[in-house]
């Protein structure tokens, strides 16, 4: 379907961007903070195929996240995804222990000024940065340790932080940590052979907050799943093939999504290809799992976009339409309301302000408008990644995903928007600010998303 379309997003939408702790804070050992098992591996990698950088600099957002305020202030946006990093919070890994005052101080600040400018906090608990001690000490998310251990960060997370923040998203895409930290080896800490379940560290954080934090803080936990979408090459769609790319995005998304949003328990297509390699569930952890979402958060980018290249067969093809996917999710888990966490695409380092990403940022605002408006898929929020250019994992600062450009060789750091980021201006300049927190919906007048799309898509 090809036509233009030309509306406005609906009331209480919530409009962002987002941005990783390890990807941007840099300051790795300064103020307290205990290194990560990404700090670990690029030091150690450092120079070899797998790491070309270090981000021990990276964009500087612990010293300079007050430019990155202005910067969301310029997009107009309505929520700032960010993440707390568990090694700045806790060096050794243990919330049982003093926490960091600098960390605390430093978030706490952070949180606070975003309010102050009406800017809506989505807070990750974890977004791949684990701390190295935990790594050393148990083997990462391979030992059962750290679900207690994940439980006890997040329940002072959200005692420390939560009368503030109303969303929370507990990890992010661990698929990827999953396949790439402990299956190839490509991304930290670097293990191959074998899968590392977090689900169940997953779900004791979100039924902590339930029982505990909930009922006086009022806010909403998910996590955020990672996949690629893959269809049928025009003219081959047979019944083999659609079951084959069905099972595609089952061994990915429905990973981790068909324990939570599904019966308790992997896809059977998955535990017939690959059971002896996942953890296993006892009756009693799938109870525990199912329904620990208040909505459903969605990655879906690069990362996981060219992993999916490499999971395909003859006949079909990846493709980075984010209506498709959307619309999936849909029909398979009982349209539930849905996040879209990261979205977004890369350009060439080499590329300065004129980035291409802002082609695709506007094509993939409009799948997301079709999907909501033609599908019916009930999406509430949609973060363009990422605020700023940072340290892409193991790509290093050969791409930039940021919507603001950053010079590396510079110490300053300075934040110079790229059409990408005019574009998001153009578009969130018209919102006027939801008066309630958590996504819910708002007055019709007052939370009219003004984002108007005009485009052939």
Known sequence: LNSFLHDTFPSGFLWGTGTSAFQTEGAWDQEGKGPSIWDHFTHSTVGTDLATETANVASDSYTRWE??????????????????????????????????????????????????KKIEPIVTLHHWDLPQVLQEHYGGWRNDTLVGLFEEYAAFCFHTFG???????????????????????????????????????????????????????????????????????????????????????????????????????????????????????????????????????????????????????YG?????????????????????????????????????????????LMKSLCFSFKAM???????????????????EWNYGFTVRRGLFYIDFSQLNRTRTPKTSAHTCHLCHHHQKKPKSQGGEQNNQEEGKSHCVLMSAC
């Open 316 to 360: 079909q093809t990846v493709s980075p339409d984010l209506r498709r996917i959307l619309g999936w999710i849909k029909l398979e888990y009982g349209d539930p309301r849905v996040m879209v966490a990261e979205g977004g695409w890369f350009s060439e380092s080499s590329v300065g302000r004129e980035d291409t990403v802002a082609i695709y």
């Open 163 to 313: 009368s503030r923040v109303k969303i929370w998203l507990t990890m992010h895409n661990p698929y990827l940590v999953a396949v790439q930290g402990y299956g190839t080896g490509v991304h930290a800490p670097g293990e191959t052979g074998g899968a590392a379940g977090s689900l169940i560290a997953h779900a004791k954080a979100w039924h902590t907050y339930n029982t505990h934090f909930r009922p006086t803080q009022r806010g909403q936990v998910s996590i955020v799943l990672g996949t690629h979408w893959v269809e049928p090459q025009r003219g081959k769609s047979t019944v083999d093939n659609i079951e084959f790319c069905q099972q595609s995005i089952e061994a990915v998304l429905g990973w981790f999504a068909n324990p939570i949003f599904g019966d308790g328990d992997y896809p059977p297509s998955l535990k017939i290809k690959h059971g002896a390699l996942l953890p296993s569930f006892s009756p009693e952890e799938k109870l525990w799992v199912q329904k620990t979402t208040d909505f459903f958060a969605l990655s879906f980018g690069p990362n996981n976009f060219r992993l999916g290249r490499g999971l395909v067969q």
């Open 67 to 116: 430019e990155d305020v202005e910067a969301l202030e310029y997009l107009g946006v309505i929520s700032y995804s960010f993440s707390l990093s568990w090694p700045r919070l806790f060096p050794d890994g243990d919330a049982k222990n003093q926490a960091n005052p600098a960390a605390v101080e430093h978030y706490s600040r952070l949180i606070e000024k975003l309010l102050e």
């Open 373 to 391: 408006k033609l599908d019916g898929v009930n999406v509430f929020s949609y973060s363009a990644w990422s605020l700023v250019d940072g340290f």
